[in-house]
């Protein structure tokens, strides 16, 4: 069986990144790097946990990684080691780090919160952003570009790109555009597109949710 | 039978990469062979655009060789024309993203399904360039008569020839017939001279083809298109005819002036 030493798993409000690996650093550091670079900038602006094992790591080495998370937008949220392998005194001013038994880390360890995040400007093709919680738009979406939310998309501005709104399996997710007019528009495991023709979009705001097993758009009223 | 894989390249932007593709593509269609479009213009993709399929995408080209995705989920069947597919690329990716290694095989497995992979190339000459010849039997080269483009096709046969590519052919694209005449523009004899490549077709220079690509229809669907014309005969001859080239004749004939006033008014 093939084992991979960095790997990085999704989870509520945020990612778990496993260090798990009995590889010297340097490797780790350098495929570490290469998956997040892989990861592209789906990630920018996420919390993560980072899970190191049973690796002994000194504080030089841990600020390293540190180090590249931040080059990547990532923020270190919480540290975790089993068996006591990261000492707790020299590691201030690292974050929250957390000695836990050898053992499988649960879901669960990762605080499950709603979080938004704003983003102020205009998606212009290729832009993508992913985010776990909801996502806001001040802004529009260009064609060719994609907002993927765990929660819900708001756009305050016109839709236009792809837009996938409970993208973690979410059914009661929606998406709410002041223009709805998307390329593709998706929640949860449903996947629409417009109709061919002129696009009947009109001028309201509107809404799209999920009712009775199909993708709904309809005025946005509160 | 094993299908063929044809690059459509350029090296210089904006001469009908993308354009001579979706038409040659659909084209070759309405001529009975089953055709894949394949766009390796992973970041700029156009030919969905181009071929009002863009609403359809779900995976591309970077899910199939890299995230575990079967090619048949990623294929895109095209909404007018049964045998008519498209592999679309991605656009929050980058060229990097595809190796020429992994275009190869990709091209070898679309072989087996269809009479003609066409791969959309990008401008340019690095890692995405690269990526599109990998995979390709043969090559169509791109060129608009002015001086940069053959200067950049130029370059472009030399790097396929280098690549191992031997039959390369030129379609040159945007002709005016008023301008050669006048001696104005680059004529035909003057572009093939100097790139010696055999000359694949003609298309002139036609204000339906940006009416057309706007609304997502290649112009050969557009039967009172000369562009669509010219690239319905050059389907022909990569189907294996023999078809004469579209007469650049530069008086239109009164009738025929006539005749095309007509179809406008009543369009």
Redesign the interface.
């Known amino acids: 069986m093939i084992t991979e030493d960095v790997v990085i798993r999704e989870s509520q409000g945020g990612i778990i990144i496993c260090l798990d690996s009995q590889d010297s650093f340097p490797t780790l550091k350098q495929q570490l790097s290469n998956k997040l670079t892989a990861l592209?900038d789906l990630l920018v602006g996420v919390q993560v946990v980072l899970d190191v094992g049973q690796q002994k790591l000194s504080k030089r080495e841990i600020q390293d990684i540190k180090n590249i998370l931040l080059e990547k937008g990532l923020h270190l949220k919480k540290l975790i080691s089993r068996g006591k392998s990261v000492d707790l005194k020299s590691n201030e001013g690292l974050g929250e780090v957390v000695n836990l038994p050898p053992a499988r880390l649960s879901e669960q360890e990762i605080q499950s919160s709603e979080e938004t995040i704003l983003i102020k400007r205009t998606l212009r093709?290729?832009?993508?952003v992913f985010f776990p919680g909801n996502i806001v738009v001040l802004g529009d979406v260009n064609?060719?570009a994609?907002v993927i939310a765990g929660g819900n998309v708001l756009v305050m501005g016109s839709m236009r790109g792809l837009a996938h709104a409970g993208a973690l399996g979410s059914e009661q997710a929606v998406v709410v555009a002041f223009r709805l007019n998307p390329?593709?528009l998706r929640i949860a495991n449903h996947?629409t597109?417009?109709p061919?023709g002129q696009s009947t979009c009109g001028n309201d705001p509107e809404v799209a949710s999920i009712k009775g097993g199909k993708v709904v758009i309809e005025d946005l009223k509160l | 039978m094993k299908g063929k894989v044809i690059v459509i390249t350029s090296g210089k932007g904006g001469v009908g990469k993308t354009t001579t593709t979706a038409n040659l593509g659909t084209a070759l269609t309405m001529l009975g062979r089953r055709v894949v479009m394949v766009d390796t213009d992973i970041g700029l993709r156009n030919l969905d655009v181009v071929m009002g399929l863009e609403n359809r995408i779900v995976f591309d080209i970077v899910d199939v060789v890299t995230g575990g995705i079967k090619l048949k989920q990623a294929l895109i069947k095209d909404k007018r024309f049964e045998g008519l597919y498209l592999l679309p690329a991605a656009q929050t990716k980058e060229k990097t993203a595809v190796s020429p290694h992994q275009m190869k095989n990709l091209c070898q497995e679309l072989k087996k399904e269809f009479d003609f992979v066409l791969v959309d190339c990008p401008a340019g000459i690095e890692q995405g360039f690269k990526n599109a010849i990998s995979g390709a039997d043969e090559a169509i080269v791109v060129a608009v008569p002015e001086v940069s483009s053959v200067r950049d096709a130029d370059r472009i046969v030399g790097l396929l020839e280098a690549a191992g590519l031997r039959k390369n052919q030129l379609i040159i694209n945007r002709i005016r017939p008023r301008m050669v005449k006048r001696g104005d523009m680059m004529d035909i004899e003057d572009m093939i001279d100097i790139l010696s490549v055999d000359l694949l077709g003609v298309v002139p220079e036609d204000e339906s083809v940006i009416v057309s690509t706007n609304r997502g229809e290649p112009a050969v669907m557009d039967a009172s298109s000369r562009a669509g014309d010219a690239y319905r005969r050059i389907a022909r001859r990569l189907n294996g005819e023999e078809v004469t080239m579209l007469p650049l004749d530069y008086s239109e004939g009164l009738v025929n002036k006539f005749k095309r006033m007509l179809k406008l008014a009543s369009r």
């Open positions: 592209d093709s290729g832009q993508k064609p060719g994609e390329t593709q996947i597109r417009a061919e």
